[in-house]
């Protein structure tokens, strides 16, 4: 089975996030694979070691992106390509990368796409769905279970909260919920593996594509933090009292209730 | 220029649901006086249309066939992008919601435009508005605008924008006949885990439990706070995980992102995953054993003591006053 995994590097939101100039700083902060696209990682392992096959990771990024490409051929991927944008792109949206990401999957005969659901710095969610529509294969999105009997794929998805189950076949993307699986740490041999595995590195002219092409179609205009909320106010005394000092709060101060 | 915006119209359990009133009053922002029409997809729909034109809708498409019944990206796409070659928007509303989520990008493919998801403001009307939606798990916000002319669309996150006031209007209620064929996904069944009543997403007041919850039984009192305050009860992941509850009812990242008016979290930590789904409350109550606990940055209202000693009292004392 040909399975792609896409994956993206992110900001690690547990990290104190600092704007400046209308950017977030990015300067020694701490990245990682996207949690969801982990999931992903993990079940394209999975379905492999089940049904043969190669698993081949894909990114968008600069050159720092290739600690993640690493850190996924170390828990078992096969091939890590990644696809150089540094010079050639200078604002990126949800558009740019799924046209990008499709020219390079077009012509791969894919049985299998594999992507988180969102991505914890942008979380628009819609990567994914964008690449399966411009390769007019069929997508499900926030699956939590998959398996593969023949040309039939059963699938369990999370639909706020409820689990909706369904079939589909290949070819297929899938975004991955938590609940999927729980991804492995790479192991230290597979550490020493990743090492030399394929690590491909392509640019938009690689793949035919004009920077025109590629131009997003939405602008961030600027980027804050929140207005500082208040200090909360911790309340004092027996726990009766403040229970009662609470409730006058939030009818007469708060006025929700 | 004022706009024709389509609005997609979702219902559950037989009712509309509010986000939809929510994402038509979006709509007439980025109308700027233009026409909003709403459409609506499933099996039998039509019977909800005038519901729509009374939150602010001026017309109703409807498309109606068995395959409809379910969701599927597929039946989906095709009806609305059949509505979408009928009526050439010029922008279009959809909830940010499990439907919505997964409809927007493939259609917003199709049309080659831009996607602004997960919008919880707007700033300016008509051609100068500005969208504004959540970052970084919600630690920051960006201020997004579609760079060229094109078809703006947006999700809006229930519970943000404030729906139009409820009028008796007129409006018309169309349907639109459409083949939906090929089908490629098949729905077998869905098994409802969310609890009855008030949805989640769109409580106004929320009762959530974590860890400190401590068993099955410890969300008694909590449903019978919520209860009695017509809200839902909520719930971390740690006390999912702890199976103290059922998934459908986490917050967070991976779970639902609530706005409530109140939001009262009990014995949960406030780590960075379940903020993101909560930050956004407007009041946040929280009660923690531990002065030290992270929720207490977020919150509007702390009581520092045992959750099992303070629900029931805030059950009593709210009766007293109701
Ligand atoms: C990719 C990813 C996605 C995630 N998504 C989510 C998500 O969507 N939602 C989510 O919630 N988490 C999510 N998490 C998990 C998150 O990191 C935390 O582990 C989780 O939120 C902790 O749950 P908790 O606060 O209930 O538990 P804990 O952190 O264990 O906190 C329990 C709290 O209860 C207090 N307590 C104990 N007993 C009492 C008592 N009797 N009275 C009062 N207080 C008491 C303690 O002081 C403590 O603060 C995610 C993690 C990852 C990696």
Known sequence: ?257 | MSKKVLVLGETREGALRNVSFEAIAAAKKISGGGEVVAVLLGEAVSEFGNELVAYGADRVITVEHPHLKSYTSDGYGQAFMAVVDQEQPEAIVFGHTAVGKDLSPKIASKLKTGLISDVTDIEGEGDDAVFIRPIYSGKAFEKVKLKEDGVVFITVRPNNIAPLEREERSGDVSSLSVDITNLRTIIKNVVRKSAEGVDLSEAKVIIAGGRGVKSKEGFEPLQELADLLGGAVGASRGACDADYCDYSLQIGQTGKVVTPDLYIAAGISGAIQHMAGMSNSKVIVAINKDPEANIFKVADYGIVGDLFDVIPLLTEEFKKVM
């Open chain 1, 1 to 257: 089975m040909n399975i792609y995994v896409l994956v993206k590097r992110t900001f690690d939101t547990e990290e104190k996030l600092v704007v400046s100039g209308g950017q977030i700083q990015e300067d020694g902060a701490e990245f990682i694979i996207n949690p969801y696209d982990e999931y992903a990682i993990e079940e394209a392992i999975t379905v492999r070691d089940a049904h043969g096959g190669e698993v081949t990771v894909v990114t968008i990024g600069d050159e720092e992106a290739e600690k993640q490409l690493r850190t996924a051929l170390a828990m078992g991927a096969d091939k890590a390509v990644l696809i150089n944008t540094e010079d050639d792109v200078e604002e990126m949206d949800q558009f740019t990368a799924a046209y990008i990401l499709a020219e390079y999957l077009k012509d791969k005969e894919a049985d299998l796409i594999l992507a988180g659901n969102v991505a914890i710095d942008g979380g628009s969610g819609q990567v994914g769905p964008r690449v399966a529509d411009l390769l007019d294969i069929n997508y499900v999105t926030t699956i939590t279970s998959l398996e593969i009997e023949g040309e039939t794929v059963k699938i369990v998805r999370d639909i706020e909260g409820d689990a909706e189950e369904l079939e589909t076949s290949l070819p297929l993307l899938v975004t991955a919920q938590q609940g999927l699986n729980e991804p492995r740490y790479p192991s230290l041999p597979g550490i020493m593996k990743a090492k030399k595995k394929p690590l491909e590195e392509l640019e938009l002219d690689d793949l035919d594509i004009e920077e025109d092409d590629v131009e997003a179609k939405t602008e961030t205009i600027e980027v804050y933090l929140p207005p500082k909320k208040q200090a909360g106010r911790i309340l004092e005394g027996e726990i009766p009292s403040q229970v009662s000092e609470l409730v006058s709060l939030l009818r007469s101060e708060a006025k929700v209730i």
